[in-house]
């Protein structure tokens, strides 16, 4: 029964991780459609502070979305018990 229920947790924390990483990347489309509609507008006038600030969070959402994907799939090899691969649940 324990076994069952971790397969079940870490089958949920897949899914979240798979639900996160879309939601991300689906806001950071977003973003970079409504910057480049209005970077030439702002073209002169201080964008270039703007878009500096833009490609920081970029550059740290991407690194968000390489660590959630390394996370997911570790998680994922604990469901596929004949790969071995640290347990994602340890601290670090």
Same mark, same amino acid.
């Given at each position: 029964? =324990? =076994?069952?229920?971790?397969?079940?947790?870490?089958? +949920?924390?897949?899914?979240?991780? =798979?639900?996160?990483?879309?939601?991300?990347?689906? @806001?950071?489309?977003?973003?970079?459609?409504? !910057?480049?509609?209005?970077?030439?507008?702002?073209?002169?006038?201080?964008?270039?502070?703007?878009?500096? +600030?833009? =490609?920081?969070?970029?550059?740290?959402?991407?690194?968000?979305?390489?660590?959630? @994907?390394? !996370?997911?799939?570790? &998680?994922?090899?604990?469901?596929?018990?004949?790969?071995?691969?640290?347990? &994602?649940?340890?601290?670090?």
């Amino acid at each position: 029964m =324990n =076994n069952l229920r971790r397969k079940e947790a870490v089958q +949920e924390m897949v899914i979240a991780a =798979n639900q996160t990483h879309m939601q991300i990347e689906t @806001s950071v489309d977003t973003l970079h459609a409504r !910057w480049a509609a209005l970077r030439e507008h702002y073209h002169g006038i201080g964008a270039e502070d703007t878009e500096s +600030e833009i =490609n920081i969070l970029l550059a740290q959402t991407d690194n968000l979305l390489r660590k959630l @994907s390394d !996370w997911r799939d570790v &998680c994922q090899s604990q469901l596929n018990p004949s790969e071995e691969e640290p347990a &994602c649940n340890q601290d670090g």
